[in-house]
């Protein structure tokens, strides 16, 4: 069993910067996959970022390529989104999840790829 906890959401300006922060409980963290997805009011739930087991392997969804970045440090059991260059539009309920025993994920970008999830962290982008 794994447990996610999300920190690090907050209001910030446009053009700004957060860093959110997944602490995963679980001795099987530093060998699966990892994502975060986000969902703004009245709107899907939308891919954001992948990182597989190691960290050498990302992805990201295109309205945030470039700004985004997806870390890892498995020592800490903690997988990192630090957010840059932040727009209105980056508002929602930032979501961390992880598979339950794959190092990485074909499918990255499917949210039923994903084994467990935390309760999420708002960020709000003012314009």
């Known amino acids: 069993q794994v447990q996610l906890v999300e920190s690090g959401g907050g209001l910030v300006q446009a053009g700004g910067s957060l860093r959110l922060s997944c602490a995963a409980s679980?001795?099987?963290?530093?060998?699966?996959?990892m994502g975060w997805f986000r969902q703004a009011p009245g709107k899907e739930r939308e891919f954001v970022a992948f990182?597989?087991?190691?960290?050498?392997?990302?992805g990201y969804g295109d309205s945030v390529k470039g700004r985004f970045t997806i870390l890892r440090d498995n020592a800490r059991n903690t997988v990192y989104l630090q957010m840059n260059s932040l727009k209105p539009e980056d508002t929602a309920v930032y979501y961390c999840a992880a598979d339950r025993t794959s190092g990485s994920i074909s499918h990255y970008d499917d949210q039923n790829e994903y084994d467990y999830w935390g309760q999420g962290t708002q960020v709000t982008v003012s314009s």
């Open positions: 990182i597989d087991w190691s960290g050498r392997d990302t």
């Open positions: 679980g001795r099987l963290f530093s060998s699966v996959a």
